[in-house]
């Protein structure tokens, strides 16, 4: 797999994100679209964004029922994303159904990715509120190997995890990194972060860079900047 920069798009609006996008002139870089902006403009915006000739992933954490989750896969599959994801908390029933969802009738499907622990959940919330009592790294890499064998194609992790998923998962076993930064930019609200040289070096497969670019004053240099760093 190669490795590649994901630009998290964290607008509240198509014209904001479209503006930002138009920056990037003869590029086309791999976009995140979230939440906010896929419940304020819904499918229209995945359209729009992939008739522009950009790979998308699409980061709707769904967790419920495998019933549920299969037939919203299939509706996410129909929209021609790249990568999807899920809580792997919805356990490996939920995740097998989430990839028939997905498998298109000619067999193919977009990547279908976990996420393991929330980067906002640490030992004592999880101690506390989910009455899980493990160590949290053994949490992460348990729910990643669950995320294997249900047949998924990888994990979004720390990028500080993402060698110990490698070791466990095996190399072909994607690790997706948010919580990037250059060495000379502010962390924001980011607790754990790493810079896009160190994770291409422990071996993240892709990293999904929000601020860092969006905030820039100059995003494309910072995006190249960014390329430079991790794709070389
Ligand atoms: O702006 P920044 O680079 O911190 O953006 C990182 C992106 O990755 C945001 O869209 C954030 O929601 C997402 N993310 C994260 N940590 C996770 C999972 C997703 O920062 N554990």
Redesign the pocket.
Known sequence: MARDVII?C?FASKEETLQFLDQFTGRKPFV?I?MELFYAEGPSIVREIKARGHKIFL?LKLHDIPNTVKKAMAVLSGLDVDICNLHAAGTKAMMKAALEGLTRPDGTRPLLIA?TQ???TDQKTMEQDLWIEKPIDQVVMHYAKNAQEAGLDGV?C?PLEAGKVHDVCGAAFLTVT???RFADSAA???RRVMTPAKAREIGSDYI?????I?QAADPVAAYERCMKEFVG
């Open positions: 998290a964290d995140k979230g980061d996420v929330l980067t906002s979004v720390s948010p919580g990037i924001d609200d980011q999904v860079v929000g601020r860092p969006t």
